[in-house]
């Protein structure tokens, strides 16, 4: 087995906030995301309010300034996003203007990796916190040796909710031309999702759906599965376990986990491609 290289993460930044960015909201653009992501719930499809995971599009940027604050450049080609978790105080309207800044808070060395994670805190023009989204990457082969601050906080999939029905179960369609619609709609410009060559020089099989594509996926699929207003999606959190593919059926199941909380896994026929989901739904108002 090759030895995972030697490297060091920059632990004078854990902690440090990077700066906000700024993102105004046009109800074009919420119905552009509802589209890219084959949600079909009129309210999203209307850009009234968006859909739960377009809060990652006021929040990208953010993502890119810090990514790197902590993990030096050279180990850029083994990252993969390993986790999302969203914190949802109220949904994103037309007309919002959201800013947002990001900080790592932590990260942990294993021998198949090291995991580093970042909190995100979004809010609108009058100061009041709108979303808080924790992103963790992983570097795969690369073990930093040690662990610094803390990791997201988790949601760990109950085993014992598999002895009973699930409460609903939801089969989505991927489209051959998913990632294409994706892409401009939520401003991720990676490649593996774009182009062919690019995807499988990085050792995948093609290209492959944005992870948060896929997790828009699960979220209107719990959200039509238990038929709830979207208003009500207080906390949506994956852990991504396996590429989707342009063209793939993907099936959530999900499982009444306590008052409020769902539990829910995705599947492409046997494979498990996102573990660990939750949703947490409040009480109707």
Known sequence: MMAAP???FDASNVGVWGEPDTFEVTRERLVQYAEA?????????????AAPVFAV???FMSIMQVAFTVAPPEVAMRVVHGEQDFRIHRPIRPGDVISTR????????????????????????DGELVNEQYMTAFFRGVDVGETVGELAPPHKFDESLRAQDPVAVVTQHVDD????????????????HLD?????????????????????????????????????????????????????????????????QYAFETTVGDTVVVKDGLAEISEES
């Open 6 to 8: 030697t490297v060091s």
């Open 37 to 49: 992501t084959n949600d079909p719930i009129a309210a999203h499809l209307s850009g009234e309010r």
């Open 57 to 59: 599009v006021p929040a």
């Open 102 to 125: 990001a900080k790592p808070i932590g990260y942990a060395g294993a021998p198949n990796g090291t995991s580093a994670a970042f909190l995100l805190e979004c809010r609108d023009a």
């Open 177 to 192: 031309d998913q990632t294409y619609r994706y892409s401009p709609a939520s401003g991720d410009p990676m490649p593996i």
């Open 196 to 260: 062919e060559d690019v995807a499988r020089a990085a050792g995948l099989p093609g290209i492959i759906a944005h992870g948060l594509c896929t997790q828009a996926f699960t979220s209107w699929a719990v959200l039509t599965g238990l038929d709830v207003d979207s208003t009500r999606l207080t906390r949506h959190a994956v852990r991504f376990a396996k590429p989707v593919l342009p063209g793939q059926d993907i099936t959530t199941s999900i499982w009444a986990a306590g008052p409020g």
